[in-house]
């Protein structure tokens, strides 16, 4: 499994400075690239390569290994779309490969190369992205935010080998409580709610601000506040996410089950319109697929096998008798046996049998996709 290591370094301010002078260097490179690959409708790696190396090799300075990395990066620049010219910003990120970057784990240094030879520079990054560096292979992404320095490396993890489970914890993602599993166990609190509708309050009432009377530096202010708010949405949720995607593995590979979800694809599309809203903006900002991204490559680390469901009528579908019922908000009535219970919790416990119905693969942690009749 590829995942990505984030970690901190630790320059002095000369090695800072040749950072900087290195990644600024490399962008103007890009860029003079960028302007080879639109006058000559030259796109393709190869093509871009033989046409452009030695004279940016002869401008720029740069080693033969970082002009291949600026190649490519402008030629995955234009991967999108050949409409526009692309530009790119001076301190833009650059990819590094093993040719030209080298971890030692054991002394917490990395060895990379700058415009005035290697340096050493020292980094911290946690015990999460520390254990990931001993499977790092393949390109890390030098970046620079605000005076700091990051490098994004991408680690081959092997998969954990699954054992044969006993059964299945159905998982069901919700507007109130972001997860419900089949124990009963509900994912979320007050606090997340509050949190939620303060966010979501906030929000509003700087948008308020930037209507058309408004001038424009108060608009342009607006906007960065925006992006600020927007910024802290998204940290805290990514943490919450992590921290419920955590627990819930760790339930399902201490009693040895294999965990089930729903297919949340057009989930917004289904679920906005009938809401209140309020709720709209609650529910919109909420990463839900985020969610089960971190659910399923937990559980493929650890070796628990996961199995992505519709989620058609899971919550109005009584897991006693299997009749239709009525949902409202969070509670589930059943008009035929009578059984009253949370909605979330009925749903988890749909997605859970759903689940063990099916014949999982031996050794696979694969996300299945089935198709209810």
């Known amino acids: 499994m590829k995942l990505t290591a984030k970690i901190k370094l630790l320059p002095t301010s000369e090695q800072a400075q040749n950072l900087l002078d290195t990644l600024v260097r490399a962008n103007q490179a890009c860029h003079a690239l960028s302007e080879i690959a639109w006058e000559n ?22 080693s033969a290994q970082m002009i291949v990395r600026c190649i490519a990066k402008v030629v995955d620049a234009y991967k999108l779309d050949k409409k ?3 530009e790119f910003r001076p301190t833009g990120a650059i990819a590094y490969d093993s040719r030209i970057i080298s971890y030692k784990p054991a002394k917490n240094t990395v060895s990379i190369w700058t415009l005035t030879g290697r340096v050493a520079i020292p980094y911290i990054g946690g015990e999460h992205n520390e254990a990931l560096l001993k499977f790092q292979q393949g390109e890390s992404d030098l970046f620079y935010r605000k005076g700091k320095w990051f490098l994004l490396a991408t680690c081959d993890v092997p998969d954990e ?4 489970i006993d059964s299945i914890l159905g998982v069901d993602l919700g507007i109130v ?9 509900r994912f979320t609190g007050s606090e997340i709610r509050k949190y939620r509708k303060k966010r979501a309050s906030i929000r509003a009432s700087v948008q308020a601000k930037k209507n058309a009377k408004a001038s424009k530096s108060t608009i342009k202010n ?3 506040l925006l992006k600020r708010i927007s910024k802290r949405e998204r940290t805290t949720s990514t943490i919450i996410n992590h921290t419920i995607s955590k627990r819930l593995v760790e339930k399902a590979q201490s009693s040895n089950r294999g965990i089930a979800l729903e297919n949340l694809k057009g989930i917004r599309d289904r679920t906005v319109p009938r809401l209140r809203k309020k709720q709209r903006r609650e529910h919109s ?24 469901i519709p989620p058609a009528y899971t919550s109005k579908t009584c897991h006693e008798c299997n009749h239709l019922g009525h949902r409202s908000g969070k509670s589930f009535t059943c008009t035929n046996c009578g059984n009253c219970t949370d909605a979330d919790h009925n749903g988890a416990l749909n997605i859970a049998a759903v689940g063990a119905s099916v014949t999982w693969p031996e050794n696979s942690t694969l996300i299945c996709f089935l198709h209810r009749s």
Request: charged share 25%.
């Open 41 to 62: 409708k030259q796109f393709k790696q190869f093509g871009l390569h033989k046409l452009a190396y030695y004279p940016i090799k002869e401008q720029f300075g740069l």
């Open 84 to 86: 526009s010219k692309r």
């Open 161 to 164: 080998q699954t054992s044969e």
């Open 177 to 185: 409580d972001l997860a419900t599993d089949s124990d009963g166990q």
């Open 222 to 224: 607006t906007r960065r």
């Open 285 to 308: 900002s909420w990463p839900f697929y985020q969610l089960r991204q971190f659910i399923t490559y937990k559980a493929q680390l650890n070796g628990v096998p996961v199995m992505v």
